[in-house]
């Protein structure tokens, strides 16, 4: 008798013809075996074996290096189930339309077959997925970010219980390229991308888009959400879940070197992108990093920014569009290093910066998560993580304050739901377009934004301990275009006085967009930053914000009816509160 699984990987093979079937077990063994093939077919450069054993080196075509949104489909039933922020293509169109472009795509090819799992092994909330592929690449990086292979068979046995997701790269052909999710269905189909969110399918598409979906049927959350704990003095670790768009500091933030080590608050990381939530026994949320592995943005990453990320990925990882020097080490731009003379650039070409940067700006490393020396002890608990804390924040150069608190959870809905950010070279079309990005989850929402905020409202009357909701902002400039605030190990400041918000404790003035710091409220001591700085950084201009209203109204209005009430009344709230002190300022 054939399993569920057995059963779907020969449909698709007599779909697809591939030469050879490789079942992938994750082993050493089959991780060295792929690596010499692509090291043979050229997909791979091997980097120094002195300073990055078993490093890779690889370089994508030019055409294929960031996500595609606008070949990115929800393909819902019924279109309102997808919503206005989503492409939308009905299940039997999306399938006439790649359907022919899966037939015999794989002749020639092996395809390999990836069976992992999105989170700790013996998780209860962990889940499988199963990806068919013919990239290597691929299913090394997939290798790298789940748990891989035989734990996943195992996990799996003969239930049908997994979520399928068919991949090839075809010809590479951006007009060939389509990210088909199908949510009623959990099924998963990309087409012509070898890139990260495109094509390592138990990333965005499974455990945000699929997942999404399923949290909601079955009342938990996935969220694009790094999840660190912050240690006290006094040893005590809390755990805060962060949502920013892509490139917006994620990774930087889950991996800091907290400025403030000496006095005994240090960071600890869970997770740097995505987090699972359920309500556990204790009435807390309760987080898992459903990945194995951290697909960071390179450029802007050295050992003053990011000294645990430059640590942990010196061995058994792999390195997408950046440079490479002549001492096979790679190269990106703010590494910090010198590059020596005879630098490829990421199109293989002589690195020459009148012609292009060296390092692609969404140029990735591909590192296991455990080898980062800032790894939490509780990263794989089972159990998850109880969150007291939530942040959302964006890139905003003007406007939004270094940290706010919002006054209550449905403010706090509406908070996440309006926040906007600069767009960044994370997704291919323009970067510092400010658009909004509800929850950092506009991309990633695998069913109507407005449904998504009901069942944000809908979980936050069923926690009972619901964690607090703040908004932080790294990226306010001043008038001569520089940031006002040093960012990275700095933003620890901001942590701990969250932290101390979350606890009952910690000064605060109230503002008509929610709490900020107190002049005196954040720990600045040995920080150079002048008070007219933090004046600047902390400013709420309620004209400003007024400007916002009717733009937040505007976006409200593309859902229809089916934009909650309560967030309604928080607009009309902000509304009241904002001119309440306008009218008290003339
Ligand atoms: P995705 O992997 O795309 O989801 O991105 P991410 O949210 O993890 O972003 P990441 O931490 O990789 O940061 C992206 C860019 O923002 C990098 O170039 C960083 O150097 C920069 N960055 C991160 N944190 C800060 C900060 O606190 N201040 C400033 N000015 N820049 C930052
Ligand atoms: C993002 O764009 O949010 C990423 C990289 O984390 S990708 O895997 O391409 O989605
Ligand atoms: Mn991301």
């Known amino acids: 008798m054939s399993t569920p699984l057995e059963r779907w990987v020969e449909e698709q093979a007599a779909h697809t013809r591939p030469k050879n079937i490789h079942w992938c077990d994750g082993s050493d063994a089959e991780s060295a075996q792929l690596n010499e093939l692509m090291l043979r077919d050229g997909t791979f450069t091997a980097l120094n074996e002195k300073t990055y054993p078993n490093c890779f080196y690889s370089r994508s075509n030019p055409n294929d290096v960031a996500r595609t949104e606008q070949v990115t489909f929800i393909c819902s039933g019924k279109k309102e189930d997808a919503g206005p922020t989503n492409n939308w293509l009905s299940p039997a169109d999306a399938k006439a339309k790649v359907g022919p472009l899966f037939k015999g795509c794989m002749e020639g090819r092996t395809m390999y077959v990836v069976p992992y799992i999105m989170g700790p092994v013996s998780s209860p909330i962990s889940k499988v997925g199963v990806q068919l592929t013919d990239s290597a690449y691929v299913a090394a990086n997939m290798r790298i970010m789940t748990r891989m292979g035989k734990v996943a068979t195992e996990r799996l046995g003969s239930s049908a219980e997994f979520v399928p997701g068919l991949h090839s790269l075809g010809d590479v052909n951006p007009d060939r390229r389509f990210i088909c999710h199908f949510p009623e269905e959990k099924l998963i189909w990309s087409f012509g991308s070898g890139y990260g969110g495109n094509a390592l399918l138990g990333k965005k598409c499974f ?128 590494i910090g290093l010198p590059h020596g003379d005879g630098m490829i650039d990421w199109q293989g070409q002589p690195y020459d910066p009148k012609v292009r940067t060296a390092a692609h700006p969404n140029s990735r490393y591909t590192v296991p998560a455990h080898q980062a020396p800032c790894i939490s002890k509780r990263w794989e608990d089972p159990a ?67 449904d998504y905020w009901g069942h944000w409202l809908a979980m936050g009357r069923r926690i009972p301990h619901p964690p607090k909701i703040f908004h932080v902002n790294w990226f306010r400039k001043g008038s001569d275009g520089k940031f006002l605030w040093p960012g990275y190990g700095e933003n620890v400041r901001v942590l701990k006085w969250i932290l101390e918000r979350a606890e009952g404790k910690g000064k605060a003035v109230e503002t008509p967009i929610g709490f900020v710091p107190a002049p005196d409220a954040l720990t600045l001591d040995g920080l150079n930053v002048t008070r007219a700085t933090m004046e600047a950084l902390l400013r709420v201009d309620p004209a400003e914000f007024a400007g916002d209203l009717d733009d937040i109204k505007t976006f409200f209005d593309k859902f229809g009816t089916k934009l909650p009430a309560e967030l309604r009344a928080e607009h009309a709230k902000l509304g009241e509160r904002l001119s309440r002190v306008l009218v008290a300022q003339k």
């Not at 949290?215 to 959400?225: D, F, I, L, S, T």
């Not at 917006?248 to 608050?265: P, R």
């Not at 592995?293 to 950046?322: C, D, Q, Y």
Request: charged fraction near 15%; aromatic fraction near 10%.
């Open 207 to 334: 455990a945000l888009r699929i997942a999404s979906a399923m949290a909601r049927e079955q009342g938990w959350m996935a969220e694009h959400m790094l999840i660190l704990g912050l240690e006290d003095p006094a040893g005590k670790i809390t755990y805060l879940a962060a949502a920013f768009p892509s490139a917006c500091g994620k990774t930087n933030l889950a991996m800091m070197v907290s400025a403030l080590e000496s006095s005994g608050y240090k960071v600890w990381t869970v997770g740097d992108d995505i987090s699972w939530m359920q309500i556990g026994p204790d009435g807390y949320l309760h987080a898992i990093n459903p990945e194995a592995g951290f697909f960071g943005v390179a450029p802007g990453t050295s050992a003053h920014t990011n000294p645990n990320v430059m640590e942990a990925l010196r061995k058994n990882s792999i390195f997408t569009n950046v440079g490479l020097t002549a001492n096979r080490e790679p190269w990106w731009e703010g």
């Open 384 to 450: 998850g993580v109880p969150i007291s804390a939530f942040i959302f924040g964006g890139r905003r150069t003007k406007t939004v304050p270094l940290v706010f608190e919002a006054f209550d959870w449905p403010h706090g809905v509406f908070v996440g739901a309006t926040m906007g950010s600069e767009t960044t070279a994370a997704a291919t079309g323009a970067v510092g377009v400010l658009r909004r990005d509800p929850m950092a989850m506009l991309p990633f929402c695998g069913y109507n934004m407005a």
